[in-house]
């Protein structure tokens, strides 16, 4: 479906996507998430294409992640929230899948679902006024396994406890160190350099690219979770601490947890 805050556009053999929504730092809520796996999923149809960009309207945020003040309309019971977790699992995939490589244009705020939608990408420029951090334990949200083994392929156990325990939040020289960008730059430039890194992407061979993006992931082989485990990462939406914790965010208070 077509979203009049997700755009895609398209210069010789690079796309790019842009999250248009940046009054509210680029946040997204589900039409937006479904939005942008469509808009990847016609880059990655597209042969003609080389390399996608993936960018935040504005120069305050790349993407801060859901849009939690619509949580009450588009979650809340099974029926939603099988919808919702399947969407935003497609969303996010959507990147990582793409038979294109993906530079992500990490500028400013890459937070939440936005650090993980950049986590997804091959490639993340960002600024030393990025700031990239996951703070699904303050909403007792659970990270799904296919969107934990990125990070933990890019950074390790030790900082992924640090953005998913810790709720740490990186700034740019930071997360550069610790992996999460893979390239740093003045926070001025991370646009330009996005799209200059993908020109030159774009200067090699179409075929060997989207060959060796492909095997490094096969070579990661499939995940050793079981089905109880996957079904069990799921059950967050119905606990009480995640209720508080939405009702708290929308209420500017500090949720109580009570570990139920």
Same mark, same amino acid.
């Given at each position: 479906?077509?979203?009049?805050?997700?755009? $895609?556009?398209?210069?010789?053999?690079?796309?790019? @996507?842009?999250?248009?929504?940046?009054? &509210? !730092?680029?946040?997204?809520? $589900?039409?937006?998430?479904?939005?942008?796996?469509?808009?990847?999923? #016609?880059?990655?149809?597209?042969?003609? *294409?080389?390399?996608?960009?993936? +960018?935040?309207?504005?120069?305050?945020?790349?993407?801060?992640?859901?849009?939690?003040?619509?949580?009450?309309?588009?979650?809340?019971?099974?029926?939603?929230?099988?919808?919702?977790?399947?969407?935003?699992?497609?969303?996010?995939?959507?990147? !990582?899948?793409? %038979?294109?490589?993906?530079?992500?244009?990490?500028? /400013?705020?890459?937070? =939440? /679902?936005?650090?993980?939608?950049?986590?997804?990408?091959?490639?993340? @420029? /960002?600024?030393? =006024?990025?700031?990239?951090?996951?703070?699904?334990?303050?909403?007792?949200?659970?990270?799904?396994?296919?969107? *934990?083994?990125?990070? *933990?392929?890019? @950074?390790?156990?030790?900082?992924?406890?640090?953005?998913?325990? #810790? =709720?740490?939040?990186?700034?740019?020289?930071?997360?550069?160190?610790?992996?999460? $960008?893979?390239? *740093?730059?003045?926070?001025?430039?991370?646009?330009?350099?996005?799209?200059?890194?993908?020109?030159?992407?774009?200067? /090699?061979?179409?075929?060997?690219?989207?060959?060796?993006?492909?095997?490094?992931?096969?070579? %990661?082989?499939?995940?050793?979770?079981?089905?109880?485990?996957?079904?069990?990462?799921?059950?967050?939406?119905?606990?009480?601490?995640? +209720?508080?914790?939405?009702?708290?965010? $929308?209420? &500017? +208070?500090?949720? @109580?947890? +009570? =570990? !139920?």
């Amino acid at each position: 479906m077509s979203h009049p805050l997700i755009k $895609l556009t398209r210069d010789g053999v690079i796309a790019t @996507v842009t999250i248009d929504r940046p009054a &509210k !730092r680029n946040c997204m809520d $589900l039409p937006m998430w479904i939005a942008l796996a469509e808009a990847m999923e #016609e880059c990655s149809a597209d042969e003609d *294409l080389r390399c996608v960009v993936v +960018r935040g309207a504005g120069e305050e945020a790349f993407c801060a992640g859901a849009d939690i003040a619509a949580f009450p309309t588009e979650r809340g019971t099974p029926e939603r929230e099988a919808v919702y977790a399947a969407e935003i699992g497609r969303s996010f995939q959507s990147l !990582r899948i793409c %038979r294109h490589p993906v530079v992500a244009a990490c500028r /400013g705020w890459t937070m =939440g /679902g936005g650090a993980g939608l950049a986590t997804m990408a091959d490639f993340r @420029v /960002g600024g030393p =006024g990025t700031r990239m951090g996951i703070p699904a334990r303050n909403l007792n949200i659970f990270y799904a396994y296919d969107e *934990l083994d990125p990070i *933990l392929q890019s @950074v390790g156990y030790a900082v992924a406890m640090e953005l998913l325990v #810790e =709720g740490r939040v990186f700034t740019g020289e930071e997360a550069f160190q610790k992996g999460l $960008l893979t390239r *740093l730059v003045p926070d001025e430039d991370v646009q330009a350099e996005a799209l200059a890194l993908a020109q030159r992407i774009a200067q /090699g061979a179409p075929l060997a690219n989207r060959f060796h993006k492909k095997a490094l992931q096969e070579l %990661r082989g499939e995940l050793p979770i079981s089905p109880a485990a996957y079904e069990a990462s799921r059950s967050f939406p119905f606990t009480e601490d995640f +209720r508080e914790a939405t009702q708290a965010f $929308l209420e &500017k +208070r500090k949720p @109580v947890f +009570r =570990g !139920r």
